[in-house]
């Protein structure tokens, strides 16, 4: 995973997000971890995909990812190990 937005393929938008959807009973889904720029995200690029599966988007600045590590980490994922394999690549371009 690299710091380039994952939606766009551009370069990130000064504030990046990271994001990821959960189903419909709110379990996260570890393979939709990802960055994108502000107006890239799921919800602003993919509605059909949530509206047909019920699923939700989480996003949330980048730059705060740390400061939410904890609560992060004991979210209800569908794949734990997948899920912070890709949450400590996603930190690599959190500073
Ligand atoms: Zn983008």
Known sequence: ??????QCHGIPAA????EW???ANGVC??????????NCT???TQQ???DRNGYWDRAFELSTLKKYI?????MAWD????????INEVLKHAN
């Open 42 to 44: 799921y919800y602003d």
């Open 79 to 86: 794949n734990y190990p997948l899920a912070m394999q890709r």
């Open 15 to 18: 504030q990046p997000l990271v």
């Open 1 to 6: 995973m690299d710091s380039n937005c994952a």
């Open 70 to 74: 904890n609560i992060v980490n004991n």
């Open 29 to 38: 889904l570890a393979n939709t971890i990802r960055i994108v720029c502000a």
């Open 21 to 23: 959807l959960t189903d």
């Open 48 to 50: 059909p995909l949530l």
